[in-house]
């Protein structure tokens, strides 16, 4: 399980460099978005292949639509709460409750912010939908598909093996992999606005495993 020894154990230092560089790449993707037209050209390509892709099935939008919902900042920021709450409860341990309020309020102000600084407009399908303009990077949904389904990780990480725990990150990873490919079939993103989402999200559960990971901070506590 992910539990630090005596010295720095070495996913920690794995889970700082996994967070520099995703911040690194994301500085550079959030610069070059306003610095260089070829971002937008790749965009382009990307909604291209979509429309060809896309198939103009009812079963499908409304299988995606439902799929996308799981990203939704509300219901996810209020099913991670709710899951701290009884796992505390359970644990004795304000340590998860704290988990999913940092998470959520790392949720609130980097997707907040990136949305209000970068001010980007939506992808033209999306705008009569959403409004023209700051709305779009980066990808709210795929950020909180990210950091929901990694702090849910490690909040079951003392309760895992090392094999299972293996699966809930490949899990994890799916779960978010697929909601921000559902922001581009159902054409309500650019595909760096996900890019982005997956980068953000993968800073803020690097930092959160970094803070809240410790041999009793998710164990149960004292009664």
Request: net charge positive.
């Given at each position: 399980m992910l539990e630090p020894d005596a010295r720095r154990?070495?996913?920690?230092?794995?889970?700082?460099?996994?967070?520099?560089?995703?911040?690194?790449?994301?500085?550079?993707?959030?610069?070059?978005?306003?610095?260089?037209?070829?971002?937008?050209?790749?965009d382009v390509r990307?909604?291209?292949?979509?429309?060809?892709l896309r198939v103009h099935?009812?079963?499908?939008?409304?299988?995606?639509?439902?799929?996308?919902?799981?990203?939704?900042?509300?219901?996810?920021?209020?099913?991670?709460?709710?899951?701290c709450?009884?796992?505390g409860w359970l644990r004795r341990s304000w340590a998860p409750v704290r988990l999913g309020v940092v998470a959520v309020a790392a949720l609130l102000a980097t997707v907040g912010t990136g949305k209000e600084v970068v001010a980007r407009s939506r992808i033209p399908f999306a705008v009569g939908s959403f409004g023209d303009g700051g709305t779009s990077y980066p990808s709210g949904h795929t950020t909180t598909a990210v950091v929901v389904g990694g702090s849910?990780?490690?909040?079951?990480?003392?309760?895992?093996?090392r094999t299972g725990l293996r699966w809930a990150w490949a899990a994890m990873v799916a779960y978010a992999?697929?909601?921000?490919?559902?922001?581009?079939?159902?054409?309500m993103h650019w595909f760096t606005d996900v890019l982005a989402g997956w980068l953000l999200g993968s800073v803020i559960v690097c930092l959160l495993a970094i803070a809240f990971v410790r041999p009793t901070a998710l164990r149960r506590g004292p009664r």
């Open positions: 154990p070495r996913w920690v230092v794995l889970a700082w460099w996994a967070a520099g560089l995703c911040l690194l790449a994301l500085v550079a993707l959030t610069i070059a978005i306003h610095r260089v037209g070829r971002v937008l050209r790749v990307a909604l291209d292949v979509v429309n060809r099935r009812q079963w499908l939008l409304d299988a995606f639509g439902d799929i996308t919902w799981a990203g939704d900042f509300l219901f996810g920021s209020v099913a991670l709460l709710a899951t709450a009884v796992v849910l990780v490690l909040l079951a990480a003392p309760m895992l093996s992999g697929l909601v921000g490919v559902t922001r581009l079939y159902l054409r």
